[in-house]
């Protein structure tokens, strides 16, 4: 086994190891690559038993021996587009996939209009078979077998399905590859669009050949599925859903909230040493259904699940403002201390650099959902006032579409609601620069008509956006200890404005180039084996260690040690023995070696 072989460290996926690593940062990191060509690192870099580390980007995957030296670059291919999962370690080889985007038909001009509305007038006169155009590619992934020594292509297949753009990773375990797929069906009946990557799809590591996929009733966020190491395989859908599988891509059991065909949230499951598996998520779905336009009412849900059986052992539900949009993690805090499933808790940040809303896709998403679902019911409606023309009705369904949002709601995030709103309508957005004016003038745009009149007329503060990673005892879920950091006050990341534009005029040139992170509140929290829990915040970029050491369950300024990278995480450091690896979205990978190794 590697030290750190894919998301989530290994095949529990419970982000815990043996191994401890510094965690005192007052004497700054032993060497950093400086990402020159300002790539974005969505995924946690990997590392082998040489302790060389795998760093991914979007289309390269860079191999560095423990002290810096460049050992090899591999890249894909313009045919095959860029990689948004992470990797994955397993006998000697990397194990990949790529994505292509699908091709959309290109506008004709009005001549080239004219001209192809004459020639089909001709065609439709002439007897003579007509040659059928090819179909627009509707785009594919592209699976890699790569040598981890020379870093060569053993291997690679296609498949035609898409894959959803956010932070997945690849699951390798049991000579079987394990890839999350997407088929967004439109469900009709539902009136609803299937988001996210919704297939399990295998496949043999020798060769790529296809072996089976299951379709869920769920959709993956960040799909990292686990394994006790029984031959069976487990998986947690975004909203509370958790399945139990064969390797072979039978259904064992499949307990957890009813698939929703919608973006509850960016959180996941871990798998514990005690048998039990352990699902943070969020339930935006039926908190929608219920009331679409009110503040919620809870935050992240932590629910334990028995491996053998799925039975529920317990759950637990926290604030409003504590949003679980990130896998757990899940180990003992240090030798002979309690076995905790740690968790991140918090609030992503609401804009992108140019003002555009990123509160995000969790938001929007909320809202597109909402809509959907009204939209729904209006057709339902609408079958039955046909049938019966009831004033109250019209007035009851008129009240609940004009309804506003809760009292209790932030006057900030009210604002970024309120554009949640106006992104599904397609109405312009409101600029970055101009909440900045307004959080001095009040709501009023001066010159922009484009501002619709509903706009209330009320300051704006500045947010103060919540993150805390909690321990709770894996056995009954109580708090063990919490540490919060410094409330956010901006509206983007750290390291998503800075040179923002250059990376736009970028993409402009190349698809495959990233331009924003869009990253959760803080990475996957990880355990060392001394009890150490590392934190990677997604808002201040700022990488913490934090160690409850005299038991009292209060973390003090002795128990903790931070070092700033001033760039936002995506995901968790990587342990090995003596060392830890921080790469953030942007800017510098830092490595962390004590004097021993």
């Not at 190491?229 to 307990?255: H, P, Q, Y």
């Not at 968790?343 to 998403?365: F, L, M, R």
Request: proline share 6%.
């Amino acid at each position: 086994m590697y030290p750190w072989s894919q998301r989530g460290r290994g095949a529990t996926t419970s982000s815990s190891t043996p191994y401890t690593a510094p965690s005192n940062f007052a004497s700054g990191p032993s060497w950093a690559w400086k990402n020159e060509l300002d790539e974005q690192v969505r995924h946690s870099p990997l590392i082998d038993n040489n302790m060389d580390i795998y760093v991914t980007t979007a289309t390269r995957i860079r191999k560095f021996s423990q002290d810096g030296q460049l050992l090899w670059t591999w890249q894909s291919s313009a045919e095959d587009g860029k990689m948004v999962a992470s990797p994955a370690l397993y006998e000697g080889a990397i194990f990949a996939v790529s994505w292509l985007s699908p091709k959309k038909p290109k506008e004709p001009t009005e001549e080239e209009a004219y001209m192809m509305q004459k020639a089909a007038e001709k065609a439709a006169m002439s007897e003579e078979p007509q040659k059928q155009e090819e179909p627009p590619d509707p785009g594919h992934i592209t699976m890699f077998s790569i040598d981890m020594e020379r870093g060569a292509t053993k291997w690679k297949k296609t498949a035609p399905f898409q894959q959803h753009s956010d932070a997945s990773s690849i699951f390798v375990y049991n000579s079987t590859m394990i890839v999350p797929l997407k088929n967004d069906i439109k469900d009709k009946k539902a009136n609803i669009t299937r988001r996210g990557n919704n297939i399990v799809y295998a496949v043999n590591i020798s060769d790529g050949s296809a072996l089976w996929e299951y379709s869920a009733d769920d959709n993956f966020a960040n799909f990292a599925p686990a394994t006790p190491g029984d031959g069976t395989l487990l998986v947690a859908g975004n909203c509370g859903s958790v399945f139990r599988m064969t390797f072979g891509g039978e259904l064992i059991w499949r307990k957890g909230e009813a698939g929703s065909h919608t973006r509850c949230s960016n959180g996941g499951g871990a798998l514990g040493s005690n048998g039990v598996f352990y699902v943070e998520y969020e339930d935006v779905a039926r908190k929608v259904k219920n009331n679409s336009t009110s503040a919620p009412k809870f935050g992240a849900r932590l629910a334990a699940y028995q491996v053998s059986d799925g039975q529920l052992l317990w759950k637990r539900t926290f604030e409003a403002s504590e949003h679980g949009i990130q896998y757990p993690a899940v180990g003992r805090l240090g030798h002979g201390g309690p076995l905790a499933v740690v968790v991140a808790v918090g609030q992503q940040t609401p804009e992108s650099p140019d003002g555009t809303s990123t509160a995000n896709d969790h938001d929007a998403e909320l809202y597109e959902i909402a809509e959907e679902s009204e939209e729904a019911e209006d057709e339902e409606e609408k079958e039955e006032e046909d049938e019966d023309d009831d004033e109250d009705e019209k007035k009851s369904k008129k009240t609940k579409k004009n309804a506003k949002p809760a009292e209790d709601e932030p006057k900030w995030a009210k604002y970024m609601t309120y554009y949640a709103k106006k992104k599904k309508t397609g109405q312009q957005h409101i600029s970055r620069a101009s909440l900045v004016q307004t959080s001095q003038q009040g709501w009023g745009m001066g010159d922009d008509e484009d501002v619709p009149a509903e706009e209330p007329s009320e300051p704006v503060p500045k947010p103060r956006l919540s993150n805390a990673v909690v321990a709770l005892d894996a056995t009954t879920g109580k708090v063990l200890w919490r540490f919060d950091e410094e409330p956010w006050s901006n509206l983007t990341a750290a390291g998503e404005s800075e040179l923002y534009q250059e990376r736009k005029k970028r993409a402009e040139r190349d698809w495959t180039a990233d331009v924003i992170c869009k990253p959760e509140a803080q990475g996957i929290p990880v355990i060392a084996g001394d009890g150490t829990v590392y934190m990677s915040s997604g808002q201040s970029g700022n990488l913490r260690a934090i160690r409850d050491a005299d038991g009292d369950g209060v973390i003090d300024s002795t128990e903790t040690s931070a070092f700033k990278t001033h760039n936002c995480f995506r995901n968790s450091p990587s342990l090995a023995p003596g060392m830890l690896v921080a790469a953030p979205c942007w800017g510098p990978m830092y490595v962390f070696k004590t004097a021993r190794i």
